[in-house]
Structures are given as C-alpha cells and as structure tokens.
C-alpha cells in the first residue's frame, strides 16, 4: 500500500541555517506530492506541491522536487527564520488507490528554530 | 472569506458520553474529511465524504460516526463505543473527482479531551 515515511524529530536549527527535512514514499500509482505546515494549536496549511516526477515545487523560500528514481520529495530552505518553526507534515494523493482522493501522511517533524 | 470553520476549539467529555464536533464550510467543496491526530503521528484518516448524502469510512472509524446532509456541514460524532478518544481532529475539504493534484483546506481543529 502507499505510504509516506520521514524523518524524525525534532529538528533543531540556529537562525539562518540550511534546512533539509527527508520524506520518501511509497505508492502503487502516480501520486501527487504535498507538504503541509501546522504552527501550534492551528490546523494544516499547504506549504507546496508537486504533481509529477522532476516537478519543483516551492512557497516562500522552502522547496521540494519529487524525485522518481529515489521515491522521495526532500523540504529544503537555504535560511530558516524563527517564524518557520512549526510541524511539517509530508503528504502524497493517490486518487487511482481506492478512487478517491486520499491523502497519505507522514509522522509530521518538528522543526524549532532558535534566534 | 471562505475556509472551514471548526467548532468548538477545546472540547471535554465525560466518559460514556457521546459528543458531536462541528464544521462547517464555505468553499463550495463537495469532498469533506475527517483526521485524527495524535501527539507523535501523523494524520489518521476517520471518514470522508465526497458528496452530499453519501459517506465512506476510513482507516480508524470504528467509535465514530457521521451525516452529511448540507453540502456546507460534516459533523463528526464521537460515541462512547470510541476506546481512547483524546485527541485533536482536523476536519478538511477539497473539490471531488480523481484530480491528483487536488490541495486540502483544514479546519483550526478541535482538541477532544475526556475527563
């Protein structure tokens, strides 16, 4: 079956540091891949997506390129601000697995920034 | 604006006692979802809906139950039969069909605890 698997938390970084938080996946079709974003206390917010292999996607400052060959979907972002602290949650949506549009979640990793 | 409204924020129940969560949306999405997650894991999917009258269950239903008589509303019931019910629910929407680059729109989510 799909499934979405990344890594663990917490993720602790100084202002201005590299980011880079893993996801791989696992799917039967061709799926969509997402990452959401939760601050605290708030429900998810689309961060980017990317709908087929080679696909970049990107949203201030973060992004991500859905990789085939490796079955992954990377987050990067070249300088965190404290404001970026927060859950990110890797996602995918297989709509051809069960005929609907489910999505798939990861563990979520906690990233807290530090001045 | 439009978005999903969940209701209430904080919730406490009893045990034994059967509570309904609310939300309601005004995007004019006919797909509605209901996930529940706890502390450490990602998004658990409970139902989904992807039109009005018709509901499907998913991966953790048993203990819950839902309606979906408005297009704009998909209340979630929490029975006494749900073992571990806290938790914090997110309810979603999105447009329906077999699009696979459909993004989800979440509630502020509610936080069920039982006391």
């Known amino acids: 079956g799909n499934s979405v698997t990344q890594m663990e938390g917490p993720v602790t970084l100084s202002e201005e540091a590299f980011l880079t938080i893993n996801c791989t996946y696992t799917?039967?079709?061709?799926?969509?891949l997402f990452w959401y974003v939760q601050y605290p206390g708030e429900g998810l917010q689309l961060l980017l997506k990317a709908t087929k292999a080679d696909d970049k996607g990107s949203n201030k400052g973060f992004e991500a390129t859905y990789r085939k060959e490796t079955t992954s979907f990377h987050l990067e972002k070249g300088s965190v601000q404290v404001s970026d602290s927060a859950v990110y949650f890797c996602a995918l949506s297989d709509p051809f697995s069960g005929g609907y549009n489910k999505l798939i979640f990861g563990a979520g990793t906690r990233l807290a920034v530090h001045p | 604006d439009g978005g999903i409204t969940q209701s209430p924020k904080y919730l406490f129940r009893k045990e034994g006692q059967n509570v309904t969560l609310s939300c309601e949306q005004n995007?004019?999405?006919?797909?509605m979802y209901w996930y529940r997650q706890d502390p450490g894991q990602g998004l658990r999917l409970i139902y989904y809906?992807?039109?009005?009258?018709?509901?499907q269950k998913g991966d953790i239903a048993e203990g819950y139950s839902v309606s979906r008589e408005k297009k704009e509303s998909f209340p979630l019931t929490v029975t006494s039969a749900q073992k571990n019910p806290t938790a914090f629910y997110l309810c979603a929407s999105s447009i329906a069909g077999l699009h696979s680059n459909v993004e989800a729109f979440f509630g502020q989510g509610t936080r069920l605890t039982v006391v």
């Open positions: 809906s992807q039109i009005v009258n018709d509901f």
């Open positions: 799917a039967t079709g061709y799926p969509s």
């Open positions: 995007l004019n999405h006919d797909a």
